[in-house]
C-alpha cells in the first residue's frame, strides 16, 4: 500500500526473487491496487525485477489489479507478456 520507491523497491526485489527460487510456491501474487504512485528511481528496479522473475519462471508471477498508469510503464518498458493474462 502506497508508493513504490528506490528504498522499498530493493527489498521488494530481494523478497520476490528469493520466493521465486522457493520451489514450495506454485505462484506469487502481487496486488497493486493500493500503489499510488512508483517513483522514477523505483521503476527501474520494479521493471528488472518482473523481468528477471519471468525470465526464472515465466509462469510462477501473477500481478494482479494493475492501475491503468502502471500498465503504461509496462508497455514503455516492454512488458507486454502481462497484456494477455488474466489479472
Known amino acids: 500500500e502506497g508508493q513504490l520507491n528506490y528504498s ?3 527489498p521488494l526485489r530481494k523478497s520476490l526473487i528469493e520466493a521465486t ?3 514450495n510456491l506454485d505462484r506469487i501474487y502481487l ?3 493500493k500503489v499510488e504512485f512508483i517513483g522514477s528511481s523505483g521503476i527501474l528496479h520494479f ?3 518482473i523481468k528477471t522473475i519471468f525470465t526464472i519462471a515465466p509462469d510462477k508471477l501473477c500481478i494482479k489489479k494493475i492501475q491503468p498508469e ?3 510503464i509496462f508497455k514503455i518498458y516492454n512488458l507486454h507478456f502481462f497484456e494477455d493474462r488474466d489479472f
Open 8 to 10: 522499498f523497491a530493493i
Open 21 to 23: 527460487m522457493n520451489s
Open 31 to 33: 496486488d497493486l491496487e
Open 47 to 49: 521493471v528488472e525485477t
Open 70 to 72: 502502471f500498465l503504461q
